[in-house]
């Protein structure tokens, strides 16, 4: 789960990662309103969307007054920012934080995540703070320091310190540093986050180090344990299908292309879209109905893929293990009949009650491409979906 910028400082604060002061506002009243409960003369006017770049994109703006604020936070708000993480669609800001200015001597990067080749939670740090920390990687990777936290341990006060020399801090700031990463790691454990990133972190002319922009994402299978963490999910920044599938606990994830998958197992989700790859296709989602999915969570798993106007083909890939096929495919039959299904539909079964679930749908009286094995059934769903776009075409001329 993502959150906004000011829902990660709020986080952050409460773990003692000095954040600066800011107030979120939802109108152009608000934003100048919050600029005058802050004081100073300088203030920051920052777009909330889930996604990085929204400087580039001019959705952060320095003001040197309250009035200024009002007015950044009027052209703001309302607007799309598109940014390479939004799209060309862009995404509509309903929400500036106005935050207070400081003096910055340096910009620098701090970051974790889990490193799954060490199967350590790593912190990395660089100077290149500011940037994208794809390009930065991309491009010269021996600009970012890496430390692997050992979980009986905790991040160690050398391992703070190397990252510290590594940045060529000094001083007391050495010691700021070290307790602004303690405090960091200190939180990603435990709130289970699965990524924190504060870029910039900033050294103060005054030598504090304070996290002027932060990222994080929460591990959605451990949100039950979390229920103040919970609450700060913004629908309005998320897929309406994968909130519909949260809702009748699937696994949807949107992709780029044009076939449907729905199947049972993530292991067997990654292989249907790497033969749909191989096959010379793309997929248009990620959709896992789970190991005991009923004939209700079948249905609506296909209303929510049959929701995207981008797909032209549906595969369905059933292994019936404790899932039986017969449930698979009276599911199918409910919801193609219900949505009024346009698109071809392919069907592999196997497992379970195969032999029942292949006889509901011969007798179901749709238009099913029945498919003998994976191969087989990638290269019908490929086939299918690209005849399907030769049709829109003709209609289109």
């Given at each position: 789960m993502k959150t906004h910028e000011y829902q990660a400082k709020q986080i952050l604060r409460m773990s003692g990662v000095p954040v600066p002061r800011g107030i979120l506002a939802t109108s152009a009243f608000e934003a100048e309103d919050a600029a005058?409960?802050?004081?100073?003369?300088?203030?920051?006017?920052?777009?909330?969307i889930h996604a990085g770049g929204r400087g580039k994109a001019g959705g952060v703006k320095v003001v040197r007054s309250a009035a200024d604020a009002g007015d950044v936070a009027e052209r703001l708000l309302g607007s799309?920012?598109?940014t390479p993480q939004t799209g060309p669609e862009g995404q509509e800001v309903r929400k500036v934080y106005v935050e207070e200015g400081c003096r910055i001597a340096r910009e620098l990067y701090l970051g974790m995540t889990l490193d799954r080749e060490k199967r350590r939670v790593t912190m990395m740090a660089s100077a290149d703070g500011g940037m994208e920390i794809e390009e930065v990687a991309k491009k010269t990777p021996e600009r970012i320091l890496k430390v692997a936290i050992d979980p009986m341990v905790g991040l160690s006060p050398?391992?703070?310190?190397?990252?510290?020399?590594?940045?060529?801090?000094?001083?007391?700031?050495?010691?700021?540093?070290?307790?602004?990463?303690?405090?960091?790691?200190?939180?990603?454990?435990?709130?289970?986050?699965?990524?924190?990133?504060?870029?910039?972190?900033v050294v103060t002319e005054a030598g504090q180090v304070v996290a002027l922009d932060a990222k994080m994402v929460f591990d959605d299978n451990a949100l039950f344990r979390h229920p103040r963490v919970a609450a700060l999910r913004d629908p309005w920044e998320e897929d309406p299908k994968e909130g519909q599938a949260r809702e009748n606990d699937l696994s949807y994830i949107a992709l780029d292309g044009d076939?449907?998958?729905?199947?049972?197992?993530?292991?067997?989700?990654?292989?249907?879209?790497?033969?749909?790859?191989?096959?010379?296709?793309?997929?248009?989602?990620?959709?896992?109905v789970g190991g005991g999915a009923d004939e209700q969570r079948v249905t609506a798993a296909l209303k929510i893929i049959l929701a995207d106007p981008k797909v032209r083909a549906v595969l369905v890939n059933i292994f019936g293990g404790i899932m039986r096929c017969d449930v698979i495919a009276n599911g199918i039959v409910a919801a193609a009949h219900q949505v009024k299904l346009?698109?071809?539909?392919?069907?592999r079964l196997e497992g379970t009650n195969v032999k029942q679930g292949k006889q509901i749908l011969a007798a179901s009286g749709l238009k099913i491409?029945?498919?003998?094995?994976?191969?087989?059934a990638a290269t019908k769903a490929v086939a299918a979906a690209a005849k399907q776009a030769r049709q829109g075409q003709q209609e289109g001329k």
């Open positions: 005058r409960q802050l004081g100073g003369d300088v203030f920051v006017v920052k777009a909330q799309k920012l598109r050398f391992q703070a310190r190397r990252l510290a020399n590594g940045l060529k801090l000094q001083g007391k700031t050495v010691t700021e540093f070290g307790r602004f990463a303690k405090a960091l790691y200190d939180s990603f454990i435990a709130y289970d986050a699965s990524l924190a990133e504060i870029n910039p972190l076939i449907g998958c729905m199947v049972n197992g993530a292991g067997l989700a990654m292989a249907t879209m790497d033969i749909i790859r191989l096959s010379g296709g793309a997929p248009a989602n990620f959709l896992d346009k698109v071809p539909l392919v069907v491409i029945a498919a003998d094995d994976l191969g087989d």
